[in-house]
């Protein structure tokens, strides 16, 4: 099962590859990973996506609160949250197709950051499936780049997930 794990961490040199080192010394495989600072500029708050059964994230994270600079994990797959994903994609839209192109960027709500005679750059958030489906859509026109970030999420309602909670 896919889980979102959210860390928070003290800002400090060498944290990342310590929490990468963490799951790559245990075999377990980081699909998507964001990090950057809080409100408080000492503290970043990382969302980590991985697979894995309960068990095997229960041990992530026992694995997780062992490091120092962890202050606070989560795992908030199973209550109710928010996931967005940036997406950057440049496609091949060459006369006979821009306008096509500009559609399909219109129903996906998607923006246009970027323009040349061959080519639009898309910019477009949204859940994960959202942007595979807009993916899906441009590749018949020629997808020539593209980089996207990966899942940030967060808890629906009043909690937080802040260091003094």
């Given at each position: 099962?896919?889980?979102?794990?959210?860390?928070?961490?003290?800002?400090?040199?060498?944290?990342?590859?310590?929490?990468?080192?963490?799951?790559?010394?245990?075999?377990?495989?980081?699909?998507?990973?964001?990090?950057?600072?809080?409100?408080?500029?000492?503290?970043?708050?990382?969302?980590?996506?991985?697979?894995?059964?309960?068990?095997?994230?229960?041990?992530?994270?026992?694995?997780?609160?062992?490091?120092?600079?962890?202050?606070?994990?989560?795992?908030?797959?199973?209550v109710e949250?928010?996931?967005?994903?940036?997406?950057?994609?440049?496609?091949?839209?060459e006369k006979?197709?821009?306008?096509?192109?500009?559609?399909?960027?219109?129903?996906?709500?998607?923006?246009?950051?970027?323009?040349?005679?061959?080519?639009?750059?898309?910019?477009?958030?949204?859940?994960?499936?959202?942007?595979?489906?807009?993916?899906?859509?441009?590749?018949?026109?020629?997808?020539?780049?593209?980089?996207?970030?990966?899942?940030?999420?967060?808890?629906?309602?009043?909690?937080?997930?802040?260091?003094?909670?």
């Open positions: 099962m896919r889980h979102t794990i959210t860390i928070l961490v003290e800002n400090e040199f060498g944290v990342l590859t310590r929490i990468a080192g963490l799951f790559s010394a245990r075999g377990y495989n980081i699909e998507s990973l964001n990090v950057a600072p809080t409100l408080d500029p000492t503290v970043s708050r990382m969302t980590l996506v991985t697979h894995g059964d309960e068990r095997v994230i229960e041990q992530i994270k026992k694995q997780l609160n062992k490091l120092i600079p962890v202050i606070k994990v989560e795992d908030i797959s199973r949250h928010m996931e967005r994903e940036l997406l950057l994609v440049k496609v091949r839209a006979e197709t821009r306008a096509e192109a500009l559609r399909m960027a219109e129903v996906f709500r998607a923006k246009v950051v970027d323009v040349s005679e061959e080519t639009y750059t898309f910019e477009l958030t949204g859940k994960p499936h959202k942007i595979d489906a807009f993916l899906r859509m441009v590749k018949p026109l020629g997808i020539m780049e593209m980089t996207r970030t990966g899942p940030v999420g967060m808890r629906r309602g009043p909690k937080a997930f802040a260091v003094d909670e």
